[in-house]
């Protein structure tokens, strides 16, 4: 009886817990500079633009050439924000779902399995990081492809390893942050293969559909003449970005994020039993658990959602463990509830807590959105993105003084010039304030890389009220912007 008690509990959290994150992180938390980042990309996909070669970015394409159509019909909804940010809440929850799979095949406990998800799906910091961007899509990829990667194991079931090889290659084209996250599946892999657990047969049926969808991408790179380009801009660039940052190159998470502080060691104690006492999938874990640990504390992790990976493992460990109690269990699963409990009320204070200070980013955001068409051009700020829907006036249009800064030193194009761009091109809305060299920021010295002079700003400006926007006045703004069947053009 306790037992369906506490399934039906758990069931009705889960569905409770979208609503409640849906409402959070779609309309509280609407928009950020990665999420704009990424709809703009995919509204000049739309445009006709190509990644790489027309205009700067560092990930693998396919969120925005799949998502292009939804946001050309949505690019003039104001709600635009909130709908792809509940696209990030679905996503997780498609990654819980996963997770659920995973555990039940290894455990068979379907009582630990939901508790796995409705943790997963409660976390303020997965949560929070996994909106609209590429490591969200590359993220549910990824456990799709290890869920049948151990279905297979149990099966020998050709059918799951081809699907396994095929969302693991996907959730490349999404980002090739994957790799990092597929060296220990990668191994094991290889580890069956010398058993013969798998045969080269199996394999080369498995990689089939990979070598094709990489062999058209290749031939896609090749037709617009810019491998070179996109091996710059994905993997040398990529490679470099450790070495912007100093003081912030291994964050730790806030004391706000508890989780990592809760799952995190209980992981660690779970990766030390198994790495000894573990099954296969186990001591997957574990081993995908320390190689991550390795690369965030050793290596490179600035921001929140480049460790929300070792979180997500974290909590699978820290129940593979609480499934290996003698006794003591159903004790864990009251505090468990407890902590569900207390996550739906954390989820709003502390989102709310953290919105009251970012305002006014927000309505930058807003702002932006309402005064900004297709036929204007616009500059973002420093670490400031706001342009959905208008023109970049440069090649670089994100993290100004950090990204075309690296750029420039790998070889994928030159700093753009501020000043000639407000020139020639007039953008709509600028920002005024100092883009600072953020590689030596992080070291304690204060270097411009660009700043638009202020005699530019008098002349074609007039300040919003909003940070250090400008807004271009109104005897320079064109006007008549329509679309002339390839491009958004002005027809005065």
Request: charged share 15%; with cysteine.
């Amino acid at each position: 009886m306790l037992t369906k008690w506490l399934s039906r509990f758990l069931w009705f959290y889960i569905i409770a817990m979208f609503l409640v994150g849906c409402h959070i992180y779609g309309i509280v938390v609407n928009a950020n500079g990665d999420n704009v980042e990424h709809l703009h990309t995919s509204w000049l996909v739309w445009q006709g633009k190509i990644p790489y070669k027309d205009f700067f970015q560092h990930h693998n394409p396919l969120t925005w050439y799949l998502s292009a159509p939804f946001v050309a019909a949505l690019i003039n909804n104001p709600h635009i924000f909130a709908i792809f940010n509940i696209l990030g809440v679905f996503m997780l929850y498609l990654i819980a779902y996963y997770h659920y799979k995973i555990f039940l095949l290894d455990q068979n406990d379907k009582i630990s399995a939901l508790f796995v998800a409705a943790v997963t799906v409660s976390s303020y910091s997965l949560l929070w990081s996994t909106d609209y961007r590429p490591d969200t899509f590359m993220f549910v990829c990824f456990f799709i492809g290890l869920y049948y990667l151990f279905k297979f194991d149990k099966t020998s079931s050709q059918k799951s390893l081809n699907i396994s090889f095929t969302a693991f290659f996907f959730g490349f084209m999404f980002t090739q942050k994957i790799l990092m996250h597929l060296i220990v599946p990668a191994m094991l892999v290889i580890y069956w293969l010398m058993i013969k657990k798998i045969t080269i047969k199996q394999f080369m049926k498995a990689i089939i559909a990979p070598l094709i969808g990489l062999s058209l991408f290749l031939l896609w790179l090749h037709h617009h003449q810019m491998i070179e380009l996109y091996w710059r801009s994905n993997f040398i660039f990529n490679q470099y970005i450790p070495k912007i940052f100093e003081k912030q190159r291994i964050v730790y998470p806030p004391t706000e994020y508890i989780e990592y502080y809760i799952f995190i060691p209980i992981a660690a104690i779970a990766t030390l039993y198994f790495l000894f006492k573990g099954n296969i999938l186990e001591r997957t874990y574990s081993l995908m658990f320390i190689v991550e640990a390795c690369f965030k504390l050793f290596y490179f992790s600035a921001f929140l959602h480049y460790i929300i990976f070792w979180l997500m493992l974290s909590i699978m460990l820290t129940f593979m463990l609480i499934n290996k109690l003698p006794k003591g269990k159903e004790a864990c699963y009251g505090l468990l509830c407890l902590y569900l409990l207390f996550m739906v009320f954390y989820n709003y204070h502390t989102t709310y807590a953290v919105e009251a200070k970012n305002r006014l980013s927000k309505t930058g955001h807003e702002y932006a959105f309402n005064i900004l068409t297709p036929c204007d051009y616009a500059i973002n700020g420093y670490y400031a993105t706001y342009n959905l829907k208008a023109k970049d006036a440069g090649y670089y249009s994100i993290l100004l003084g950090q990204i075309d800064v690296l750029g420039e030193k790998v070889g994928v194009a030159p700093k753009d010039n501020l000043n000639e761009l407000v020139r020639t091109k007039l953008p709509k809305l600028v920002s005024a304030g100092v883009f600072w060299n953020t590689y030596w920021e992080q070291r304690g010295k204060s270097i411009p890389v660009h700043q638009i002079d202020s005699a530019l700003i008098n002349t074609y400006y007039d300040y919003t009220g909003l940070g250090d926007l400008h807004i271009l006045k109104p005897q320079y703004q064109k006007h008549y912007c329509v679309y002339n069947g390839k491009e958004w053009k002005y027809m005065d």
